[in-house]
């Protein structure tokens, strides 16, 4: 049976008008609303039990401010969602409510119907979050030890392949789009190869400039060029009896090329404006997510160097040909998340799982894993939930409230609204209540009449049937 229950919400502020006004509000939307007259009293409220669903607090208060009252929320239940209520937008308000693990915030005097979509999402985020309760771990992060995470068929290949190849010295290429572990992929060949206990190195050719590359792989002579104060030895001289991974290879200049050629040919290099011939002995694997054989067929890439490069290929399919491999992806970069101790995340709810199904993923893993990390870092309880996500998957990491401070309370542009239809607006709102003017819509409603008479005070004051120095006040 579906949980029934009316949502509960609890209003933690020392004015009791606006208590008065909040609650009424969200009552006329069916949430049960209970009330606490101080940070003190909120906070006892929260250790009492049983949690509320979603709090509202205020952040000025006398006693306990909102900023240690959500401290001390959150240290009791950090699963709590708590929005919390301020008249005052500035930037040390918006950082400090975020910094403590608030859901969101709102500025005074409200709109109501900002309040009631607020809540809504609050309330939903809650559930949410139960949902996410029942999530399952789906891998043993010890089965993983390589990195490469996945059981679909296409990567069963992958494993077996790399398994093959290990006994050997033979060239491998690995090819395909970026972010799909290539480099995963070359170091676990390593790992398990007879070479193990020599180094690993790993040069990304596209990351070097081509004036530089022939010193980062070969090293160089001192005085060989404009800056080559000493010598220098090279990431292969450095590599002998191990091996080197040259990543996104098909960025290699054909000069750089033709040396790589000669040292898989015959196991020699010359350093930069050097003469002497050094033996090397090292294990090439390369990796490229370029067309080589169109490459080739340019003239941009040697063939011989190709053929010699290209001895067993493995190819790395796109995450969007694994999509059933998600879930472990998720399950493994949490747990490795939470073993490092960067965040307290350890769950996604469904509804995440659902939406990183239907994401093409054009990045790849490293997009997933990127995605995983972001949501985490902004999560508010133990689970990823969608309001979460970055905004391209359907989620707002940075909360849409966040946006100029002024705005939740801003008026419309002057003239665009008239006192009779800024009454309708508030009748409109607060009619299911019953409710009276009450001192925070009033303010609002202010807002609007001074808007439409183009900021004439006076103006505005008769209109609203108050005195000018009423009218200030109301302001604020």
């Not at 089965?143 to 060239?171: C, H, L, N, W």
């Not at 003469?275 to 063939?303: G, H, Q, S, W, Y």
């Not at 946006?403 to 409109?428: M, R």
Request: aromatic share 6%; net charge neutral; with cysteine.
């Amino acid at each position: 049976m579906p949980d029934t229950k009316p949502a509960t919400i609890l209003i933690i502020d020392d004015d009791a008008d606006m208590r008065y006004s909040l609650a009424r509000v969200l009552s006329t939307q069916g949430y049960k609303v209970s009330e606490a007259g101080s940070g003190e009293d909120g906070v006892a409220a929260v250790k009492k039990g049983p949690p509320p669903d979603l709090i509202f607090l205020d952040i000025r208060m006398g006693g306990m401010s909102g900023i240690e009252a959500l401290q001390h929320i959150r240290s009791i239940n950090a699963r709590q969602l708590v929005i919390l209520m301020t008249a005052f937008g500035t930037a040390q308000t918006a950082i400090e409510a975020m910094k403590y693990g608030a859901f969101d915030y709102i500025m005074k005097p409200f709109d109501p119907a900002k309040v009631i979509a607020l809540a809504a999402k609050g309330v939903q985020a809650h559930a949410d979050m139960r949902a996410a309760g029942d999530y399952q771990t789906t891998v043993n992060p010890d089965d993983y030890r390589e990195g490469i995470v996945g059981s679909a068929p296409v990567m069963q290949d992958v494993f077996k392949i790399i398994g093959q190849v290990t006994a050997s010295d033979v060239t491998v290429m690995i090819t395909g789009e970026s972010g799909t572990g290539k480099e995963l992929v070359a170091n676990s060949i390593w790992k398990h190869s007879h070479r193990a206990n020599k180094r690993f190195i790993a040069v990304n050719c596209a990351a070097i400039p081509e004036n530089l590359i022939e010193s980062e792989l070969f090293g160089h002579e001192k005085g060989s060029f404009t800056g080559a104060t000493t010598q220098r030895i090279g990431k292969f001289e450095l590599c002998d009896g191990g091996t080197i991974f040259l990543d996104e290879i098909g960025d290699m200049a054909l000069a750089t090329q033709t040396k790589i050629l000669r040292v898989l040919q015959q196991g020699e290099i010359q350093r930069v404006g050097g003469t002497e011939t050094i033996r090397v002995n090292v294990r090439i694997i390369a990796a490229t997510n370029k067309d080589l054989e169109a490459m080739v067929k340019a003239k941009t890439f040697r063939e011989d160097l190709y053929y010699r490069l290209n001895v067993v290929r493995i190819k790395m399919p796109p995450l969007r040909d694994r999509p059933g491999d998600i879930p472990q992806i998720v399950d493994y970069c949490l747990q490795k998340l939470s073993r490092e101790k960067k965040t307290r995340v350890t769950k996604v709810s469904p509804e995440v799982l659902a939406l990183f199904a239907k994401h093409t993923w054009p990045g790849n893993v490293r997009e997933l894993e990127n995605v995983i990390y972001r949501s985490a870092v902004v999560a508010q309880g133990d689970a990823i939930l969608v309001k979460d996500l970055p905004a391209e998957l359907g989620g707002s990491a940075i909360s849409q409230s966040a946006a100029p401070f002024e705005a939740a309370a801003s008026a419309p542009t002057a003239g665009a609204i008239t006192v009779e239809s800024a009454y309708d607006f508030l009748a409109k709102t607060l009619a299911a209540a019953d409710a009276p003017i009450i001192p925070a819509v009033s303010a609002a409603l202010a807002r609007r009449v001074l808007a439409a008479v183009d900021g004439n005070e006076t103006v505005a004051a008769k209109q609203l049937g108050v005195t000018k120095p009423a009218l200030k006040k109301l302001l604020g």
